[in-house]
């Protein structure tokens, strides 16, 4: 019989946790709540908090509503969110995480202390296009930040004046310093200022599940399809032990590719609840017995 351990640092950040906690207390109370957008990058999650009462609704929804209250999930909302529910008497119950929220400050005030300088800094985040928390952050510089997710993206940028660079809250620390030196090797003139703004209790665990994965003979990766963060904590997971499996439940285990190994361990993004990994190790249990 296999030896199978859950990682102890893996699953929700504080952020989520928050986020979930102020959910279930409302639904505790009232039965019934909005999220804009799903509250975290699990489809199981999702689906346990939508039979609580839970809707998760897009903003083209939000618009539609009145007189309710919506939850803001960890990742952020720009400032046309709050205006909107501002004019439709939209109670929010914000669930931004504290350190989505600092990063969001720091780049509006950038923004509005520029506002009088003959040429605006260009401001870039590097992170993924198109997510919620890129998107609230866009949104602090009334969609003028650009948003890159790699170097070859820079051959389209005019970087001949002053930059400023931040970081999305989930992204890996070696990326950001392979965009900062590659900046620095095109820039011919104008100042260039860049923030390491990545939260440290994610990229934290990105050396810490590189030891898990290399201690275990075979690896389990949960995670959602959406979660970015994810795939940055899998594809760490994968150099270290090439035997890793990432599944979003217990549907998608190749129980074959683990016969044989006499240690599995399971492990998964930050958010990835502790319940799902522990089903996880419960299937693997009886099958693998």
């Not at 109370?29 to 839970?54: Q, T």
């Not at 989505?100 to 520029?114: F, G, H, N, T």
């Not at 002053?162 to 095109?186: C, H």
Request: proline residues 2%; charged residues 30%.
């Amino acid at each position: 019989m296999a030896k199978i351990e859950i990682d102890a640092d893996s699953g929700y950040c504080f952020g989520v946790v928050t986020a979930i906690r102020k959910a279930e207390e409302e639904l505790d109370n009232s039965g019934s709540l909005f999220c804009l957008g799903d509250i975290v990058h699990n489809s199981d999650e999702v689906e346990r908090l939508r039979l609580r009462g839970l809707e998760t609704i897009d903003h083209r929804q939000l618009e539609g509503l009145h007189d309710v209250k919506v939850l803001l999930r960890a990742h952020g909302e720009p400032p046309q969110t709050y205006r909107t529910a501002d004019a439709n008497n939209i109670e929010i119950i914000d669930a931004t995480c504290p350190v989505v929220l600092q990063l969001q400050r720091r780049i509006k005030k950038a923004w509005d202390e520029a506002a009088s300088a003959e040429v605006r800094p260009l401001i870039l985040i590097y992170g993924k296009q198109g997510h919620a928390e890129v998107n609230g952050l866009v949104g602090q510089t009334d969609g003028h930040a650009i948003v890159i997710q790699d170097e070859s993206q820079l051959d389209d940028i005019d970087l001949d004046r002053d930059v400023l660079l931040y970081s999305q809250t989930t992204k890996s620390p070696e990326g950001f310093a392979e965009i900062v030196e590659a900046i620095k090797r095109r820039k011919t003139k104008g100042g260039f200022r860049y923030f390491d703004t990545i939260c440290r209790q994610v990229s934290g665990r990105m050396s810490r599940i590189r030891e898990f994965a290399k201690a275990h003979e075979a690896v389990v990766f949960v995670c959602g399809s959406k979660s970015s963060n994810g795939k940055v904590l899998f594809a760490e997971c994968q150099k270290a032990n090439p035997r890793s499996m990432r599944v979003s439940n217990v549907g998608d285990i190749d129980l074959d590719s683990l016969r044989g190994a006499e240690t599995i361990g399971i492990c998964g993004a930050t958010s990835t609840p502790r319940w799902l990994m522990n089903d996880i190790r419960d299937f693997l249990t009886e099958r693998l017995d």
